[in-house]
């Protein structure tokens, strides 16, 4: 579609003002609002549940977008921006997020956040705040933009508007683009409910590929699958692709993720590095990095990084992983191409 959807509106965002924060959160939501002045264009929010990450945006909107604002810096609740923003109708504060189903309307929800929304969300921005100095857009998740949208976005974080802030959500900011990142002020959230502790089940080595110190149950629920393709990669040549494309619960991205960290710490291994996303299978990555061929694991990591684009695509997944992985044993063992 070339024209912006109704459910791509920016406007109608409810926060909940008087919605109490975990301690920690709360000290960090009153450090920034004491930088009002100072306060920085855009940040990345990251770590904790997502729900935390919301209630910490809306805090920090609701303190920057208030006429009143209280010593500490957060809202008054009772000024004429804090009743604008209780009703949903504060012009001053957008969301920007994937499309959500409407049944009536025919349309299935989204997991992606679509360009044409950026877009109108940059013509936006290009305006005057309506009701006050400053205007706030909260973008949940930043992952859920590709990266044409974010490249997209991107101009506005290297010359943003002034009077501006935008908050950038992401339970994994490594998906966003490096040039993205590095244009936002980090803000790192941990909540505790979900970080990984002593006899809690979660398996270290899960930890070290996900790099993540509290993976959520969402992010943990691929790794037995992903875990199980890492065993069939480590077989070298020996791979057997039928039964690896076929290893129950492995999804096209959770397949990907794999590949693309075990590639490339091949190519670290290859190369006398260590591996930075498999550590633990070390000795692994060492047996199959000595038989296979450079050229091919990195001609390999640039067609993974091609594939990543259609991880999301509603495609039959075990044939798609087969594929996949047969072009990964034929590039990087070469007596496997002839035996194919």
């Given at each position: 579609?070339?024209?912006?959807d ?7 965002h409810?926060?909940?003002i008087?919605?109490s ?13 004491a930088?009002r ?23 920090l909107?609701?303190g ?6 209280q ?8 000024c ?82 002034a009077g ?8 994994r ?15 790192r959230?941990i909540d ?13 080595e ?19 699958a992903q ?10 040549e020996?791979?057997g ?6 290893i129950?619960?492995?999804t ?32 692994e ?6 038989l ?15 594939w ?8 039959i997944a ?16 070469p ?6």
């Open positions: 579609m070339s024209q912006v109704a459910g791509d509106s920016l406007l109608g409810v926060p909940d008087g919605a924060l975990p301690t920690a959160h709360a000290a960090q939501v009153e450090r920034l609002l930088r002045s100072v306060f920085p264009h855009a940040l990345l929010i990251s770590g904790g549940m997502a729900r935390d990450l919301a209630r910490l945006a809306d805090a909107a609701v920057l977008l208030c006429d009143a604002p010593a500490d810096g957060t809202a008054c609740g009772v004429a921006a804090c009743r604008l923003l209780a009703a949903g109708n504060h012009p001053d504060l957008l969301r920007l997020r994937p499309l959500e189903a409407d049944e009536a309307a025919g349309r299935k929800a989204s997991s992606q956040i679509r360009i044409e929304a950026v877009r109108q969300l940059i013509g936006t921005l290009a305006l005057s705040p309506h009701h006050g100095r400053c205007r706030v857009c909260i973008i949940d998740p930043a992952e859920a933009m590709n990266s044409a949208t974010a490249n997209a976005l991107l101009k506005v974080l290297e010359e943003p508007p501006n802030v935008l908050l950038l959500l992401s339970r900011p490594m998906r966003l683009l490096p040039t993205l990142r590095s244009r936002c002020l980090p803000i959230l505790e409910s979900t970080m990984v502790k002593p006899g809690d089940g979660v398996e270290p899960m930890v070290a590929f996900l790099r993540d110190a509290d993976p959520d149950p969402v992010a943990r629920a691929p790794w037995p875990r199980a393709l890492v065993d069939a990669l480590a077989r070298g020996g791979l692709v039928p039964a690896a494309s076929r129950s619960g492995l096209l991205p959770a397949a990907l993720a794999v590949l693309s960290r075990w590639t490339h710490d091949l190519a670290r291994v290859k190369a006398g590095g260590v591996p930075r996303f498999l550590p633990f299978r070390a000795a990555l060492a047996r199959v990095a000595a296979a061929d450079l050229q091919g694991i990195l001609h390999m990591g640039k067609r993974l990084a091609e990543q684009r259609h991880a999301d695509h509603p495609l075990p044939l798609t992983v087969a594929d996949i992985l047969l072009e990964y044993r034929a590039e990087l063992f007596s496997a191409r002839t035996a194919a």
